[in-house]
């Protein structure tokens, strides 16, 4: 992690309202330096461990929602047991590919919603996550 990069971690989390420490700038870079991706804590925190940044479980897990609450990432909940962070926060959708439990972008324009429905009095519908489950073909 090299100093500028550092520094642009440190603007852009003082900009979401939170207080660039050292763990949440260490994190934050491994999480935006790759580009739009889905990870869970537990990849995460395993690139924690492999670059060297001393960080808990518990940790990366805290950080990973106050980056959510932040707006920085979205929460992408596609298996039970499983929450994804998506460092892409524009309205999107996904594929989920269940034997390699690999979340992939759906590409923008192919999909269509007609007819959401009505939400309840005095709600808004906030956002709609459609989640395209895939496997593999058996011939």
């Known amino acids: 992690m090299n100093e500028e990069t550092d520094l642009e971690m440190e603007d852009r989390l003082r900009e979401s309202g939170l207080r660039p ?66 460092t892409n926060t524009s309205d999107h959708h996904h594929f989920f590919v269940e034997d390699t439990n690999e979340v992939l972008d759906l590409p923008n324009g192919n999909l269509a919603l007609n007819r959401l429905p009505e939400p309840p009095a005095g709600m808004e519908i906030a956002h709609v996550d459609i989640v395209v489950r895939l496997r593999r073909k058996t011939n």
């Open 21 to 86: 420490t050292r763990q949440r700038v260490a994190l934050a870079e491994l999480l935006f330096a790759k580009g739009d991706r889905h990870l869970t804590v537990e990849e995460l925190h395993e690139e924690a461990v492999t670059a060297g940044v001393p960080v808990s479980l518990a940790t990366v897990y805290n950080t990973l929602h106050q980056f959510t609450e932040a707006g920085m990432i979205r929460v992408l909940a596609v298996e039970g047991s499983k929450t994804y962070f998506d």
